[in-house]
């Protein structure tokens, strides 16, 4: 635990920091060690998505129905260790049913009760520092390039024993990207304020090094020292 953000000071009661980025940048990464490093609880919001999109392939719902994948929103419960939230075809309908505006209005209240809860909270996703928490203290945009974002995408779904083809994996991760971005609701962007973390060419521990350095920074700033 370390509470000091660089300046001595404890953090403030409901200091929220939103982490975006596109696929496979390391945003979940750096969220869960930012959570850990600051004490602060964490939601990855791709989960959710990813639950509902889970709930409606387990069902056989169509994916392009808006209505049905709304329906899946439903008393949405669901563990995060299921190996299936991370699957392939999972992955290919989360990214489809996210851009239905319904299913984000359905979302939209459970992330912003655990962006507003006591203590504060780090959420990463498509739209933290945009929609669900557009006043967080500090806002990450963490990115890298399509091809080494691909790599790691390739080489987590090896060790996961999943087939994993770079061409394919790369071009997934482009398609998916354009469907973030082009999206009329909600779309995957930079918010004005953020800090961008490039970490193509950074490893893991020197990406974590990096954001804790930057949100530490950003609070110095913000906290009388
Ligand atoms: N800086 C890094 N260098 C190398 N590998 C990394 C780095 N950051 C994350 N990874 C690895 O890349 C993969 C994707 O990382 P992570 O799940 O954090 O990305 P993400 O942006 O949250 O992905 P998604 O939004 O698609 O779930 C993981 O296997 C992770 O261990
Ligand atoms: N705030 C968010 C989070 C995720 N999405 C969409 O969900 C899909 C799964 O997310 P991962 O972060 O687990 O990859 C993803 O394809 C996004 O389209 C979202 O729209 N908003």
Redesign the pocket.
Same mark, same amino acid.
């Given at each position: 635990m370390n509470r000091n953000f660089g300046t001595g000071d404890e953090v403030r009661k409901g200091f929220v920091i939103a982490v %975006?980025g596109p +696929? +496979?940048s390391g945003? $979940?990464t750096i969220a869960r060690a930012l959570a850990k490093h600051f004490d602060l609880p964490h939601m990855?919001? $791709? @989960? @959710?998505? #990813?639950a509902v *999109?889970l709930k409606l392939w387990r069902w056989g719902g169509d994916p392009n129905v808006e209505f049905e994948a709304l329906r899946a929103c439903d008393d949405l419960g669901f563990d995060p260790g299921d190996e299936e939230l /991370?699957s392939e075809p999972v =992955?290919r309908i +989360? =990214?489809k049913i =996210? =851009?239905y505006p319904s299913v /984000?209005d359905a979302l939209l209240q459970r992330?912003r009760d655990f962006a507003a809860q006591e203590g504060g909270a780090v @959420? %990463? $996703?498509?739209? &933290?520092g945009t929609v &669900?928490a557009p006043n967080a203290d500090v806002k990450l945009f963490v990115t890298a390039s399509a091809e080494v974002r691909a790599q790691r995408r390739v080489r987590e779904l090896l060790e996961r024993g999943m087939p994993g083809h770079y061409e394919d994996v790369l071009l997934d991760i482009r398609a #998916?990207d354009e /469907? %973030?971005a082009g /999206?009329p609701v *909600?779309p @995957?962007r930079q918010a004005p304020d953020s800090l961008v973390l490039d970490t193509s060419d950074l490893g893991i521990q020197e990406s974590i090094a990096e954001a804790i350095r930057l949100v530490g920074e950003q609070v110095g700033l913000k906290l009388p020292g």
């Open positions: %975006d +696929a +496979a945003k $979940g990855d919001t $791709g @989960l @959710l998505y #990813r *999109a /991370r =992955s +989360a =990214s =996210s =851009s /984000r992330q @959420l %990463d $996703g498509r739209d &933290i &669900i #998916r /469907r %973030d /999206r *909600a @995957l």
